[in-house]
């Protein structure tokens, strides 16, 4: 699938397929949605409760979660370990010119960025004393994870571009994957995709959206 390199509104950049008419990101911003949807309404839902957390993210893209999330450890004092899945990664010549870096404009950024998507697949890398990344390059249906997550970053494309990984059997083995009281984050609302989640036996939170969506939805096992 052919990628194109893409600016959305906040400046930040994202990619596009043409094949399936679908961004990476949001085209209102791919740092405020990253930021909105998976740091404050994921990561920051479980940093008041306590400091060591395991997530899952569903569509490492951009590595753009991964990010944001290993820049969070040093200011609330975190461990994080953190597993990505993907089954169709960017080529590494894409990544150096996605811009966040410049726009986070946060000391050791570009570094540490570089850590993260150049890190092998199938191996688990310790980028700091207090992150661990494994990047998995596999199919999210391949998933058979049990009570391990605290929290998974849902962001697979939408479900009119890829309607097979918003099914029941998909978000019940999001809901096996997670330990009791974790939770699942997406940017999507869509009240079949909720429907489907409570039937896995999510408790459903309804949320605000990043800018340009009204809601967004949070699960809790």
Same mark, same amino acid.
Request: proline letters at 3%; aromatic letters at 10%; one cysteine or more.
């Given at each position: 699938?052919?990628?194109?390199?893409?600016?959305?509104?906040?400046?930040?950049?994202?990619?596009?397929?043409?094949?399936?008419?679908?961004?990476?990101?949001?085209?209102?911003?791919?740092?405020?949605?990253?930021?909105?949807?998976?740091?404050?309404?994921?990561?920051?839902?479980?940093?008041?409760? #306590?400091?060591? /957390?395991?997530?899952?993210?569903?569509?490492?893209? *951009?590595?753009?979660?991964? @990010?944001? =999330?290993?820049?969070?450890?040093?200011?609330?004092?975190?461990?994080?370990?953190?597993?990505?899945?993907?089954?169709?990664?960017?080529?590494?010549?894409?990544?150096?010119?996605?811009?966040?870096?410049?726009?986070?404009?946060?000391?050791?950024?570009?570094?540490?960025?570089?850590?993260?998507?150049?890190?092998?697949?199938?191996?688990?890398?310790?980028?700091?004393?207090?992150?661990?990344?494994?990047?998995?390059?596999?199919?999210?249906?391949?998933?058979?994870?049990?009570? #391990?997550?605290? /929290?998974?970053?849902?962001?697979?494309?939408?479900? *009119?571009?890829?309607?097979? @990984?918003? =099914?029941?059997?998909?978000?019940?083995?999001?809901?096996?994957?997670?330990?009791?009281?974790?939770?699942?984050?997406?940017?999507?609302?869509?009240?079949?995709?909720?429907?489907?989640?409570?039937?896995?036996?999510?408790?459903?939170?309804?949320?605000?959206?990043?800018?340009?969506?009204?809601?967004?939805?949070?699960?809790?096992?």
């Amino acid at each position: 699938m052919e990628r194109q390199l893409v600016i959305t509104e906040d400046g930040s950049s994202s990619v596009f397929i043409a094949e399936l008419s679908e961004h990476y990101h949001s085209i209102h911003g791919a740092l405020q949605e990253s930021q909105h949807v998976f740091i404050d309404a994921g990561l920051h839902y479980k940093t008041g409760k #306590q400091t060591e /957390i395991n997530i899952l993210e569903v569509g490492f893209g *951009t590595g753009l979660n991964a @990010l944001l =999330t290993c820049m969070e450890v040093e200011k609330n004092l975190l461990r994080i370990t953190y597993t990505a899945v993907e089954k169709f990664p960017l080529d590494d010549v894409i990544y150096p010119q996605l811009n966040y870096c410049s726009l986070l404009n946060i000391s050791g950024c570009d570094h540490l960025y570089k850590k993260i998507y150049l890190s092998p697949w199938q191996e688990t890398v310790h980028l700091t004393n207090h992150f661990s990344l494994l990047k998995l390059k596999m199919d999210v249906k391949e998933i058979s994870f049990a009570n #391990q997550f605290d /929290i998974i970053y849902f962001d697979a494309f939408a479900p *009119t571009a890829q309607p097979e @990984l918003w =099914t029941a059997e998909i978000f019940n083995s999001m809901y096996n994957s997670l330990m009791q009281e974790g939770i699942l984050v997406t940017y999507c609302a869509k009240g079949e995709v909720k429907r489907i989640m409570r039937s896995a036996g999510f408790k459903i939170e309804a949320l605000p959206g990043a800018k340009g969506k009204r809601e967004m939805t949070r699960g809790i096992k």
